[in-house]
């Protein structure tokens, strides 16, 4: 089975912080992406990557930057977090699951910003 | 502008009978369609997908139907179980089914023993 880690299940930072939330996959998979849930919102994508060094901008990138300096890890910064970005984050990335191409997700971090 | 919408917000069944969850989409160019559960406090996990070229597919007690010319898919769970009650998301992708995916807002199902 796929695995999906993401470091942290919950995280309490203060506004202003600089914050990283970090997620490693165990497949060598190329595919990677974040995506933040919000209640009445669904998931919206932030940064995704297809390779190494690789990112593009999702639908909602502002406030957020990624890197991705090896296949397994893709983490996602916050450069200055704010309120606003109290949300569920989601890692996940996409494979065969022998039923057709899906994504598998990571637990979720449940980011908040006081 | 929401290109996959979900228009129920949630939906309650009876133990045993039929749940179907509506979606639809705007963006005609989506070629690959899926389904995620989610449970609180969890990841959403994959159910089940369709491809464009199908208008069917099934998998045990799922079976997702996708109607082109109406942009429509739906969803059936048939018999419901009480631990089907969870988020249900439906998502699209128009580069193909390796691809980032655009996701409805969610309907929750409560399925009532």
């Known amino acids: 089975d796929v695995k999906v880690t993401q470091s942290s299940r919950y995280l309490v930072k203060r506004t202003g912080e600089k914050v990283f939330l970090e997620c490693v996959q165990d497949m060598d998979h190329e595919n990677m992406f974040w995506y933040r849930q919000d209640p009445g919102l669904g998931l919206r994508l932030i940064y995704f990557?297809?390779?190494?060094?690789?990112?593009e901008k999702g639908d909602i990138p502002e406030g957020y930057s990624v890197s991705r300096e090896k296949k397994e890890r893709f983490s996602l910064i916050l450069e200055s977090a704010s309120t606003n970005q109290t949300s569920m984050y989601l890692c996940?990335?996409?494979?065969?699951?022998?039923?057709?191409?899906?994504?598998?997700f990571g637990s979720g971090t449940r980011l908040t910003v006081v | 502008d929401q290109q996959v919408k979900q228009n129920s917000p949630s939906l309650s069944v009876q133990e045993g009978r039929i749940s179907i969850l509506n979606c639809d989409y705007t963006n005609s160019m989506f070629d690959y369609f899926l389904w995620y559960k989610k449970y609180p406090a969890e990841g959403p996990t994959f159910l089940i997908s369709i491809s464009s070229i199908k208008d069917k597919n099934e998998d045990g007690r799922f079976t997702v139907f996708l109607n082109k010319s109406a942009k429509h898919l739906s969803l059936h769970i048939v018999p419901s179980q009480p631990g089907d009650s969870a988020v249900y998301f439906c998502?699209?992708?128009?580069?193909?089914?390796?691809?980032?995916?655009?996701f409805g807002k969610g309907i929750t199902l409560s399925v009532r023993p």
């Open positions: 990557s297809y390779d190494v060094k690789m990112k």
């Open positions: 996940a990335t996409t494979h065969n699951t022998g039923r057709g191409y899906g994504y598998t």
């Open positions: 998502a699209a992708s128009d580069t193909g089914a390796n691809s980032k995916l655009t």
